[in-house]
């Protein structure tokens, strides 16, 4: 079992361009989320799936889209990268959503010039 | 509001003090979950221990416990004997049933020094 991965560890873009965050889990898990991670402020929800074909917004959702086509992957495209998007990234899955425990993928952290 | 509160933001202490971490959460589902999460200096996420909101009983594992009420809506997580190991930042999560969403806290960085 990888458990979940997330690629790529590490990126750079400049301002405007876009890119996709990919996330997979081989846990069969149906619940799938993306956290962004800023100094000070913890982990703070972008976007979830309670399954494939559902998704829904988190705390802070603007700049960012996903989809979930199939159980394992759920992506995190971001549209046009500003600056205020610079932060680690983590995806998370657990078995269901509400009182699971959820796994953490080992981050990427983006960088926005 | 803030779903969950971590008041302090940084604490140091020397090897082998006792030190505890406070939480403080805030809902009004009547089912919820309670989480605590290390983040060691690696990066990585490790999950502690999770609670319902229906069992109140302290839990014990090895160094850790943790103390669950329901009257002050806390959290608090406890290291006996710290270790320099200990050294992390601890977060506190909240889940709510009813809303599929999981709040953290802004987190704990405990240094523990030799």
């Known amino acids: 079992n990888a458990g979940v991965t997330q690629t790529p560890k590490f990126q750079v873009l400049k301002t405007g361009q876009s890119m996709t965050l990919q996330c997979a889990q081989d846990?069969?898990?149906?619940?799938m989320s993306w956290y962004r991670q800023d100094p000070g402020m913890g982990l703070r929800l972008i976007h979830y799936s309670v399954g494939a074909g559902i998704t829904d917004q988190g705390e802070v959702p603007n700049g960012y889209n996903v989809s979930r086509s199939t159980t394992e992957d759920f992506p995190l495209r971001l549209l046009s990268a500003a600056p205020s998007q610079t932060s680690v990234y983590f995806c998370?899955?657990?078995?269901?959503?509400?009182?699971?425990?959820?796994?953490f993928g080992p981050g990427t952290r983006l960088t926005v010039l | 509001a803030q779903k969950v509160t971590q008041a302090q933001t940084e604490i140091s202490v020397v090897e082998k003090e006792d030190v505890t971490l406070d939480c403080v959460y805030e809902t009004r589902d009547t089912t919820y979950y309670l989480f605590w999460y290390k983040q060691p200096p690696s990066g990585e996420l490790v999950f502690l221990i999770r609670?319902?909101?229906?069992?109140?009983q302290n839990e014990i594992s090895g160094r850790y416990s943790w103390n669950f009420q329901k009257s002050t809506s806390s959290f608090n997580f406890t290291i006996t004997a710290s270790q320099v190991v200990d050294s992390a930042v601890y977060f506190c999560?909240?889940?709510?049933?009813?809303?599929?969403?999981?709040?953290f806290g802004s987190g704990t960085k405990l240094n523990v020094k030799p």
């Open positions: 999560a909240l889940s709510e049933v009813n809303f599929n969403k999981f709040y």
């Open positions: 998370a899955s657990s078995r269901l959503a509400g009182g699971y425990e959820q796994f």
């Open positions: 609670r319902n909101s229906f069992d109140e």
């Open positions: 846990m069969n898990h149906e619940y």
